[in-house]
């Protein structure tokens, strides 16, 4: 059964794809578009396979990522998946495509400056004995004065300009900030006491910092996938809890489960954190997950707050 994850325009294909690769999945992406339909299929990661309507491997992969319009949705990896891809990493993709449309741009014949036509000589009429008249002279008249026009007096300027809200700096300084807050030393060895227990089953983790979504700490960090799993949270605790009929006072963890196997939990550790971990839910057991998490959280919770 296939999952709708996102609408391309919204939300770009190229961070799917990212989130894929860097959370070593094996799935299906089936993209639906105006144009046509296509799939790209990952094996742990690695993009091993592509297709349309017309067209497999290299070609197929061209074709879906030139389309700006449609749906992404996911589902089971297929058994004996080809190999049909040049490019099985979407970072070498990215710099290929990029290489190609250079080379493109400079294949491309320069632009024809056709020379502006030539006007025909001029013809000298013969002179005539009898001087032509002067023309007459044309009689302008004053112009009426019209009536004068009152302008409104312009609001006064403000004397300082808002920073704007997509502004990198404030980030920077915020997550500087909380690091000094936190007993870092002691976060890392927590996370990789996780990675110990999950034996093999822990894709990624990352402290999440609520106010700019950027990664603090973590194992096998993807930047994108935090930013999508911090957005996601607040629209969840909007949805849930500051509607008229409000189906929980807060929210302290939630986990979504794909038709792969791949778990995701996304845990509130305080005010300021959020704990975000992908599991392998083949090769980790779920029960022992929902040990080791409440284990470790007080240890956590204590060591962002340096005590």
Excluded at 169 to 186: G, T
Excluded at 197 to 209: E, K, P, W, Y
Excluded at 270 to 296: N, S, T, Y
Aim: with cysteine; proline share 10%.
């Amino acid at each position: 059964m296939a999952t709708t994850i996102a609408q391309i325009g919204g939300f770009e294909l190229w961070d799917i794809l990212q989130l894929a690769q860097t959370s070593r999945m094996s799935i299906k992406l089936s993209v639906e578009s105006p144009h046509g339909v296509g799939a790209m299929f990952f094996q742990g990661g690695n993009l091993v396979h592509a297709e349309t309507g017309a067209a497999q491997g290299d070609d197929a992969v061209n074709t879906i990522l030139d389309w700006r319009e449609g749906s992404v949705s996911s589902s089971q990896l297929p058994e004996n998946c080809p190999q049909t891809v040049r490019h099985t990493s979407i970072v070498a993709l990215l710099m290929d495509r990029a290489r190609q449309r250079d080379e493109a741009s400079r294949n491309e014949p320069p632009p024809r400056h056709d020379p502006p036509p030539r006007e025909p000589p001029a013809r000298h009429e013969p002179r005539s004995a009898t001087p032509p008249s002067p023309p007459p002279v044309p009689v302008i008249e004053k112009p009426q004065r019209a009536a004068p026009v009152t302008v409104p007096p312009l609001p006064p300027l403000p004397l300082s300009t808002p920073t704007p809200a997509y502004a990198a700096a404030p980030n920077v300084a915020a997550r500087d900030k909380e690091l000094s807050d936190m007993d870092l030393k002691v976060v890392k060895a927590i996370l990789e006491e996780l990675d110990d227990h999950l034996m093999g089953g822990l894709i990624s983790v990352d402290i999440i910092s609520k106010a700019s979504g950027m990664s603090l700490a973590g194992i096998n960090s993807a930047p994108k996938a935090c930013a999508m799993f911090n957005r996601l949270s607040e629209q969840l605790h909007t949805a849930l809890t500051r509607s008229e009929d409000a189906l929980a006072k807060g929210i302290n963890k939630f986990i979504i489960e794909g038709d792969n196997g791949l778990l995701i939990f996304v845990i509130e550790l305080d005010d300021r954190h959020r704990w975000a971990i992908l599991v392998d839910g083949v090769k980790a057991q779920l029960g022992w997950v929902f040990v080791i998490i409440p284990e470790l959280q007080p240890r956590l919770i204590a060591a962002l707050k340096n005590r």
